[in-house]
C-alpha cells in the first residue's frame, strides 16, 4: 500500500473481528462491538478472491470516488484513504448501481448496501469474481478531495511467476488460497481489484479492437518479438506484464484512439482496476495516455522462384457476397501484394452465397467468383477453386453461413487433379496407383462420419501437380476454443475443454495422412489451415505423431512464432506442417492483420514453399 496513507490502528482491527466473530456488522441489532468497529473496505476485500462479508449487509463505508462508469455495468468504484498494512487487502471496491451514478470523481461518501462476488460471464465461464456492493444507498459528505495515491503498476512490481496452483480439494479453484501478491502476478492484481492504479508510458501488444480497448506490457523486455508484441509460447509464458487498457469516458464524448501492435501508450494511464469477462484484470482509464505511433507496417513475402511451390493458408473471416466489395479488394489485394500470389491457396470461413442468412443455401460459387475476380482485378492470377460443399448447418461457424475451405490455385502452374464423387458426406482414401499414392476422391472430405467432425468443418483433401510431381494439400478448420477458461480462470491451470475435440481432429487427420505415407513413403503432403491451437498444444502433438508431420511454424525463431494476437498474447493459431520429403522448405507468417487495429481478418496468413 502507498506509504502516504494511514495504516488502521490493532485496536479498530481487532473490534472489527470481534464483530466478525459474532456474525454481527455495523447496521446490526444488539451488539455494541458492532456498532462501534467501523466496517472499511479492506474488510470486505479481504485476503483471499472472495469477501468473507460476502452476502452481508454494511453501513456507512467511507471512501472517496475514484471512477464513475455510466456505460455498461454501471456504477462506480471509491477507494479508502486509510489503508491498511496489509498489501493482500485491496482498499477499494466497485459499488453496481445499475443506473447512471449521481456521484462524482472525487465524492467523499458513506456507501451501504450488500457484499456481492459477481462472476462476469457466469459460473460456467470460470471466471474470478469481483467484489461489490450492490442495492447500496449512498451519502455524499463531502466534493472535491484529492483522490488517494495510486498505486503503480511496473515491471519491478509484478511478480514473474503468474499464479498458484488450484487448490485439488477445491477443483483446483485458487478462490480459497490467501492472497500472495509479492508471489504471484494473478495475487498482486486481485489485491488491486478497485483501487486506483496507474501505469506509466508501455509498450501496446494488442492493438485497438471494435470494443473500445488495447492491450500493453508493463514488461517490455518479457517475451518480445521485433515488431513490439510479447509472444506467448507455452502454457507457462502467460506474460504477466499485460493488462487491458478501457476509457471510462464514453466514446461519444471522445473517441478511444486506434492503436497497433508496437505503438507506445505515453505518459499516465491511470483509473480503478477493474475485472470484465474479456480479459480480466483492467485499468479503466479516467486518465488516458496519448498513443504514439511506431510506424507497425504490414509484412510482404517474397515471391516464390520457378521451381518452388508456394502454399499459403488464410482464414478470410467469413466471407460472403454480402461483404462490401472494400473487403474482398482489401483480401484480394493482400493475396497479391503481401502473399505474392501463392500457387495454391487454402481458405477457411468461405461462407455461402447469401452468407448468414438461414434458407439451406449451400453453394458458395458467387462468394468465389467475386473473392477471384477481385484478385485477377488487383493484378493477381486467374485462380481457377476446388471445394466441396457442406451440409446445411452442419460444419458450425455462424448459423446460416455454412463455412467451409476452399483451394484456390494458379492453373498456369498448378493442375489439379479431378476424381469425381466427392460430397460432404463420402470420405475420400488414399490408395496406391502405379507406384505412388492417390486420392480415391479429389476433392474430397477426410473421415467426415468420424464424430471428430460433428458441427465442425471437415478436411478437404486435393491431389495436385506441379512440374511433374505429386503434391497433396489437406485444408483445414479444427474446432474453435470455445468454452475454454481464460488465463485469469479462478481454476490454474484453466481448463481448456475445447482441446479434447481437436485432439479427435488431430488423430483423424494424423491417420489419413499415414495411410498416404503407406502408399508411398515419400509422398509430399501439406496439412495447413486454421488449426485453432498452439504449436506446443497436444493438438499439434497428435499431428504430428509418429513423424508423419513436422509443424514448419518451429523453423521459425520463437519469437516469431504466431498468426493470432489474443488479450495481448501474439500466438499461433494457424498452421502449415510438411510430411517428412518436405526437409528443405521457407516458411513465412505474413504478419498483416492480427497486430493492426484495421483488420481484414483476425488471423494473419501463412506462406511455405519448397521446390517437390
Same mark, same amino acid.
Given at each position: ?5 494511514v495504516?488502521?490502528t490493532p485496536a479498530?482491527?481487532?473490534l472489527v473481528a470481534?464483530?466478525l466473530?459474532?456474525g454481527?456488522l455495523?447496521?446490526s441489532?444488539?451488539?455494541?462491538a458492532?456498532?462501534?468497529?467501523q466496517v ?9 478472491r472472495?469477501?468473507p462479508?460476502?452476502?452481508r ?7 472517496i ?9 454501471r456504477?462506480?468504484?471509491f477507494?479508502?484513504?486509510q ?7 485491496s ?17 467523499q ?6 457484499v $456481492?462476488?459477481?462472476v462476469p +460471464?457466469?459460473? !460456467? =465461464?470460470? @471466471?474470478q469474481?469481483?467484489t /461489490? *456492493?450492490?442495492?447500496?444507498a449512498?451519502?455524499?459528505v463531502s466534493?472535491?478531495n484529492?483522490?488517494p495515491?495510486?498505486?503503480t ?5 509484478v511478480?514473474?511467476e ?14 480459497g488460497r ?7 502476478a494473478?495475487?498482486?492484481?486481485e489485491?488491486?481489484e478497485g483501487?486506483?492504479v496507474?501505469?506509466?508510458t508501455?509498450?501496446?501488444v494488442?492493438?485497438?479492437d471494435p ?5 500493453v ?5 518479457e517475451?518480445?518479438?521485433?515488431? $513490439?508484441?510479447?509472444?506467448? +509460447?507455452?502454457? !507457462? =509464458?502467460q @506474460?504477466t506484464?499485460?493488462? /487491458? *487498457?478501457?476509457s ?5 464524448e471522445?473517441?478511444f ?5 508496437g505503438d507506445?501508450?505515453a505518459?499516465?494511464?491511470e ?10 484484470y483492467?485499468?479503466t482509464?479516467?486518465?488516458l495516455?496519448?498513443?504514439v ?7 510482404r513475402?517474397?515471391p ?7 502454399v ?8 460472403d457476397?454480402?461483404?462490401?466489395q472494400e473487403k474482398?479488394d482489401?483480401l484480394?489485394k493482400a493475396?497479391v501484394d503481401n502473399l505474392?500470389?501463392p500457387?495454391i491457396?487454402?481458405?477457411e470461413?468461405?461462407?455461402d452465397?447469401?452468407g448468414?442468412k438461414?434458407d ?6 458467387q462468394t468465389l467468383k467475386?473473392?477471384t ?6 493484378g493477381?492470377?486467374?485462380y481457377?477453386w476446388r471445394?466441396v460443399?457442406p ?5 458450425g461457424?455462424e448459423?446460416g453461413?455454412n463455412?467451409r475451405q476452399v483451394f484456390?490455385?494458379n ?5 489439379f ?7 460432404a458426406?463420402?470420405?475420400?482414401g ?6 505412388r ?6 476433392p474430397?472430405?477426410?473421415d467426415?462420419a468420424?464424430s471428430?467432425?460433428e ?5 478437404l483433401a ?11 494439400v489437406i485444408?483445414?478448420h479444427?474446432?474453435?476454443k470455445g468454452?475454454?477458461?481464460g ?11 475445447s482441446e479434447a475435440?481437436?485432439?479427435?481432429q488431430a ?15 515419400k ?10 491451437d498452439?504449436?506446443?498444444s497436444a493438438t ?6 509418429g ?7 518451429r523453423?521459425?525463431?520463437?519469437s516469431?512464432?504466431?498468426?493470432y494476437?489474443?488479450?495481448g498474447?501474439?500466438q499461433?493459431l494457424d498452421?502449415i506442417l510438411?510430411?517428412p520429403?518436405?526437409?528443405d ?15 481484414n481478418s483476425?488471423h494473419?496468413p501463412q506462406?511455405l514453399?519448397f521446390?517437390?
Open positions: 500500500m502507498p506509504s502516504s496513507v495504516p488502521r479498530v482491527a481487532a470481534a464483530a466473530a459474532t454481527l455495523a447496521g441489532t444488539g451488539a455494541t458492532a456498532e462501534t468497529a472499511r473496505i479492506h474488510d470486505i476485500q479481504g485476503t483471499t472472495t469477501s462479508l460476502v452476502g449487509q454494511v453501513t456507512d463505508v467511507p471512501g470516488v475514484t471512477g464513475v462508469r455510466t456505460y455498461g455495468s456504477g462506480f468504484w477507494q479508502d484513504p489503508a491498511d498494512d496489509d498489501a493482500a487487502t482498499e477499494g471496491v466497485f459499488v453496481y448501481t445499475g443506473s447512471v451514478p449521481t456521484v462524482a470523481v472525487g465524492d461518501v458513506l456507501v451501504s448496501g450488500t $456481492g462476488e459477481y +460471464g457466469g459460473t !460456467s =465461464s470460470g @471466471n469474481s469481483l /461489490q *456492493i450492490a442495492k447500496p449512498v451519502t455524499v466534493q472535491g484529492e483522490l495515491a495510486a498505486v503498476v511496473s515491471a519491478a512490481s511478480p514473474a503468474y499464479a498458484p496452483d488450484g487448490d485439488p480439494s477445491a477443483g483446483n479453484s485458487i478462490n490467501a492472497l500472495r501478491p509479492r508471489t504471484y494473478l495475487d498482486y492484481y489485491s488491486l483501487s486506483n496507474r501505469i506509466g508501455s509498450r501496446v494488442g492493438a485497438t470494443y473500445a480497448e488495447l492491450w506490457t508493463v514488461k517490455p523486455w517475451n518480445d518479438n521485433r515488431r $513490439g508484441g510479447t509472444v506467448y +509460447g507455452s502454457y !507457462s =509464458s @506474460n506484464g499485460r493488462l /487491458q *487498457i478501457q471510462l469516458t464514453p466514446r461519444a471522445k473517441p484512439p486506434d492503436a497497433n501492435v507506445m501508450l505518459g499516465t494511464t483509473g480503478p482496476l477493474d475485472f470484465n469477462q474479456f480479459g480480466g483492467t485499468l482509464a479516467r486518465t495516455g496519448t498513443v505511433d511506431r510506424g507497425l507496417a504490414r509484412e513475402t517474397r516464390q522462384r520457378g521451381g518452388e511451390l508456394a499459403a493458408t488464410y482464414n478470410v473471416e467469413n466471407l457476397p454480402s461483404d462490401p474482398f482489401a484480394a493475396v505474392s500470389s500457387d491457396l487454402a481458405l470461413e468461405i461462407q452465397d447469401n448468414a438461414n439451406g443455401t449451400v453453394a458458395a460459387g467475386k473473392f475476380d477481385a484478385i485477377l482485378a488487383a493477381g492470377p486467374a481457377a471445394s460443399d451440409q446445411n448447418n452442419k460444419d461457424g448459423p453461413g463455412i484456390l490455385f492453373p498456369e502452374r498448378v493442375s487433379t479431378d476424381r469425381a464423387g466427392g460430397d458426406t463420402t470420405a475420400t488414399a490408395v496406391r496407383e502405379h507406384g499414392a492417390a486420392l480415391t476422391l479429389s474430397g472430405r477426410i467426415p468420424n471428430a467432425w458441427n465442425s468443418r471437415k478436411p486435393g491431389q495436385f501437380t506441379f512440374r511433374g510431381r505429386t503434391v497433396f485444408a483445414n479444427f474446432g474453435s468454452g475454454d477458461e488465463l485469469t480462470s479462478h481454476h490454474q491451470p484453466p481448463n481448456r475443454i475435440k481437436r485432439l479427435l488423430q483423424s487427420v494424423n491417420a489419413f495422412v499415414k495411410d498416404i505415407l503407406k502408399a508411398d513413403r509422398a509430399d503432403v501439406v496439412v495447413l489451415g486454421d488449426i485453432n498452439f504449436e506446443f499439434t502433438k497428435a499431428l504430428t505423431d513423424g508423419a508431420l513436422y509443424p514448419a511454424v523453423s521459425l525463431p520463437r516469431e512464432r504466431y498468426s494476437v489474443y488479450q498474447n501474439s499461433v498452421q510438411t510430411s520429403s518436405i526437409d522448405f521457407s516458411y513465412d507468417s505474413v504478419h498483416i492483420n492480427a497486430e493492426f487495429a484495421e483488420q483476425d494473419d506462406v514453399r521446390r517437390p
